[in-house]
């Protein structure tokens, strides 16, 4: 059982890293002062310092774990064998609805790790070549065209989220669901009425 410091100290840290990514995702990395962390957290400076080295150890913290909890999320994504032909569309349209819900839930921490983070086009490289080898893995096992360069799905697939995720989500424009129903219904069925054939 945790003692009471240890709880307190550990919802201290919590709070402080919540108020980190709000003051770093409205005035980004340069003007987010330590002072301005700690009067949103509630807390005292010195106590910020109990945690964290300095504002550079915090924001790095903050990346490391939306970058941690996002390759974890694309693994977890991955279509098992046996799947029927009616299932997989349903499968993929989860999966994405299940990403845009992933990037809504801490917009804050969506910002920074997706747009704010130095490194964050690196990121999404590390995510498109996890994302390619999941749809590799789900295209040998039949559920999509064995034509398809995965790598250049994977690279849209990124770029339609990304894109989206700015324009539509962290505004509260659209809501996960439609903008997952949207992005499916475009890549599972195109975009020509029914009928039309293209080759």
Same mark, same amino acid.
């Not at 307190?8 to 709070?15: A, D, F, N, Q, T």
């Not at 980190?20 to 949103?40: C, D, L, P, Q």
């Not at 590390?126 to 995965?150: C, H, I, W």
């Given at each position: 059982?945790?003692?009471?410091? +240890?709880?307190?100290?550990?919802?201290?840290? @919590? %709070?402080? =890293?919540? &108020?980190?990514?709000?003051? /770093?995702?409205?005035?980004?990395?340069?003007?987010?002062?330590?002072?301005?962390?700690?009067?949103?957290?509630?807390?005292?400076?010195?106590?910020?310092?109990?945690?964290?080295?300095?504002?550079?150890?915090?924001?790095?913290?903050?990346?490391?774990?939306?970058?941690?909890?996002?390759?974890?999320?694309?693994?977890?994504?991955?279509?098992?064998? +046996?799947?029927?032909?009616?299932?997989?569309? @349903? %499968?993929? =349209?989860? &999966?994405?609805?299940?990403? /845009?819900?992933?990037?809504?839930?801490?917009?804050?921490?969506?910002?920074?790790?997706?747009?704010?983070?130095?490194?964050?086009?690196?990121?999404?490289?590390?995510?498109?070549?996890?994302?390619?080898?999941?749809?590799?893995?789900?295209?040998?096992?039949?559920?999509?065209?064995?034509?398809?360069?995965?790598?250049?799905?994977?690279?849209?697939?990124?770029?339609?989220?990304?894109?989206?995720?700015?324009?539509? =989500?962290?505004?509260?424009?659209?809501?996960?669901?439609?903008?997952?129903?949207?992005?499916?219904?475009?890549?599972?069925?195109?975009?020509?009425?029914?009928?039309?054939?293209?080759?």
């Amino acid at each position: 059982m945790r003692s009471k410091k +240890g709880r307190k100290g550990e919802e201290s840290r @919590k %709070r402080l =890293l919540k &108020a980190a990514a709000n003051e /770093f995702s409205i005035r980004g990395f340069h003007e987010t002062k330590v002072s301005e962390i700690v009067k949103r957290a509630g807390l005292t400076q010195p106590s910020f310092y109990l945690y964290f080295q300095s504002k550079e150890a915090i924001f790095e913290e903050i990346i490391t774990d939306f970058h941690s909890r996002v390759r974890k999320l694309t693994a977890s994504l991955l279509l098992e064998n +046996g799947l029927n032909t009616n299932d997989v569309s @349903k %499968r993929v =349209l989860s &999966a994405v609805e299940t990403v /845009f819900q992933f990037l809504a839930e801490d917009k804050d921490l969506t910002k920074i790790g997706f747009f704010l983070n130095p490194e964050a086009k690196q990121m999404k490289k590390d995510l498109a070549m996890g994302l390619k080898e999941n749809l590799e893995a789900e295209q040998r096992l039949g559920y999509f065209r064995s034509d398809l360069d995965m790598e250049t799905v994977a690279e849209c697939l990124i770029g339609m989220i990304e894109h989206l995720t700015d324009s539509f =989500l962290l505004t509260g424009i659209k809501d996960p669901a439609s903008l997952a129903a949207q992005v499916v219904n475009l890549l599972v069925y195109g975009m020509l009425p029914k009928g039309s054939d293209v080759r």
